[in-house]
């Protein structure tokens, strides 16, 4: 598919590194499967993905958790 920040690229699947910040809580996950632009670097998770992504940033904001690095396990 095209990129849709970049609008040149094409996406190719791929990891991506995801960093979400909420209520004082930076979440880092590593190696989360993703559709990545091969120009610009944009990445696109699918929905079951991202469910789980948010899903983990959410527990580490209910845990009032600063800083935190995961590792994606599927």
Same mark, same amino acid.
């Given at each position: 598919?095209?990129?849709?920040?970049? @609008?040149? &690229? !094409?996406? $190719?699947? /791929?990891?991506?590194? +995801?960093?979400? *910040?909420?209520? &004082?809580?930076?979440?880092?996950?590593? !190696? #989360?499967? $993703? /559709?990545?632009? *091969?120009?610009? &670097?944009?990445?696109?998770?699918? !929905? =079951? #993905?991202?469910?789980? #992504?948010?899903? *983990? =940033? !959410? =527990? $580490? +904001? @209910?845990?009032?958790?600063? +800083?935190?690095?995961?590792?994606? #396990? =599927?």
């Amino acid at each position: 598919m095209k990129c849709v920040i970049c @609008k040149t &690229g !094409e996406t $190719a699947p /791929d990891y991506a590194t +995801v960093t979400l *910040q909420r209520s &004082g809580t930076v979440i880092i996950i590593k !190696e #989360v499967p $993703a /559709d990545l632009c *091969q120009d610009c &670097g944009e990445y696109y998770l699918d !929905e =079951a #993905v991202a469910s789980k #992504v948010y899903a *983990q =940033a !959410e =527990a $580490a +904001v @209910k845990r009032h958790v600063e +800083v935190e690095i995961l590792k994606y #396990v =599927a």
